[in-house]
């Protein structure tokens, strides 16, 4: 007999239409046979599972764990440190305590951040966990890390990034030796900050392919498999890539509602267009891994409606499924050794 996964840890209260839009999202993951508990305010979140609702073998994979806290999106992420109840701590507790396989949160992204990093604890060889973004391009996709979890770094942490985009590149896009980049205003080595001249001669010494200084232009060329960036810089692209994604899709469908010949072209071109639209919707995508971290920990945008969290959620499985918190964490612990082998050998020669 096949024993079932432990179910993915939900912040029901988290994000701009939570509870509603969180367990709409559940449900509809449950209902394509994942299981899920959702963390939040029970009298708020119970009702909204109305059985009448909901097939038998639905409410069944639905659970909910209540939590009396929540950190709102408008308070500092550091109210996390006196909100033991908290919504996404206690998803972070579950996963920590083997109750859970990984937790979803589309709240304040600086607390899911320190609930995940404080509470789960991170991979050893890992000061920064770093949000892993996924950029299509003609090929496949580029992984852009840090995409929001850390604003102001050091050259050790962007190396880090590098590290773990590197291995989740490998793990996800299938890339034997992915390319990794350093995204800066340009591609010669003097070009950037003080902190991306710095970072730029400590990633020739990874043992990564790495292929230099890239551009904002390079995200969505396929020149790169990883770009890594600190989280200011990459949640500007994040969000400016989501914005135009979204007034491509409202440009496309009004230019073709405007005529009668676009109206029938539509319909002609409706798969195409699904197509289109699923490749550069983030919903589509649902929500950013947290790498470095000992568990999956999946963090969507604050706006996410139903379908982001379900998406959420999927990925979620995927990745606790796949063990790539493991593999991340083995392949993170191989490098160093070998590090420290080469600087032993460095110093007795």
């Given at each position: ?24 999202g559940a449900i509809e993951a449950a209902e394509g046979g994942l299981d899920v508990v959702l963390v939040g305010d029970r009298p ?150 003080e902190l991306t001249r710095e970072v730029f001669e400590v990633l020739q010494s990874t043992g990564l392919n790495f292929v230099g ?38 440009m496309v469908r009004d230019t073709l509602r405007s005529s009668w010949r676009g109206r029938l072209g539509a319909l002609l071109a ?80």
């Amino acid at each position: 007999m096949v024993e079932r996964p432990l179910p993915i840890a939900v912040d029901a209260m988290g994000g701009d239409y939570a509870p509603r839009a969180v367990v709409d999202g559940a449900i509809e993951a449950a209902e394509g046979g994942l299981d899920v508990v959702l963390v939040g305010d029970r009298p708020r979140v119970e009702p909204m599972l109305d059985p009448s609702r909901l097939t038998p073998v639905t409410r069944q994979r639905l659970r909910v764990h209540h939590a009396a806290q929540v950190v709102t999106m408008e308070e500092r992420p550091v109210a996390i440190r006196t909100k033991q109840d908290a919504s996404v701590r206690v998803c972070a507790r579950l996963v920590r305590d083997g109750r859970a396989s990984a937790m979803v949160s589309a709240g304040n992204t600086g607390a899911a951040v320190i609930a995940a990093k404080t509470v789960i604890g991170t991979v050893p060889g890992v000061d920064r966990p770093a949000l892993a973004g996924l950029f299509p391009n003609p090929n496949n996709a580029t992984v852009v890390l840090d995409v929001g979890a850390n604003v102001g770094v050091r050259s050790q942490h962007l190396r880090e990034f590098a590290v773990m985009g590197h291995f989740y590149a490998q793990e996800i896009l299938g890339t034997p030796s992915p390319r990794v980049g350093l995204l800066s205003i340009g591609e010669e080595q003097s070009k950037g900050t003080e902190l991306t001249r710095e970072v730029f001669e400590v990633l020739q010494s990874t043992g990564l392919n790495f292929v230099g200084n890239v551009e904002g232009r390079d995200v969505f060329r396929g020149t790169v498999d990883v770009i890594v960036c600190d989280g200011f810089v990459g949640n500007v692209l994040l969000k400016t890539s989501e914005s135009l994604a979204s007034f491509l899709l409202t440009m496309v469908r009004d230019t073709l509602r405007s005529s009668w010949r676009g109206r029938l072209g539509a319909l002609l071109a409706r798969p195409a267009f699904a197509g289109f639209r699923d490749r550069i919707d983030w919903a589509e995508t649902g929500a950013a891994p947290l790498l470095g971290v000992k568990a999956g920990c999946f963090i969507g945008h604050g706006s996410s409606g139903p379908r982001a969290v379900a998406n959420a959620i999927r990925r979620a499985r995927e990745f606790a499924d796949a063990g790539l918190d493991a593999k991340i964490r083995d392949k993170i612990a191989e490098l160093h050794d070998r590090e420290k082998l080469h600087l032993h050998a460095a110093a007795d020669a």
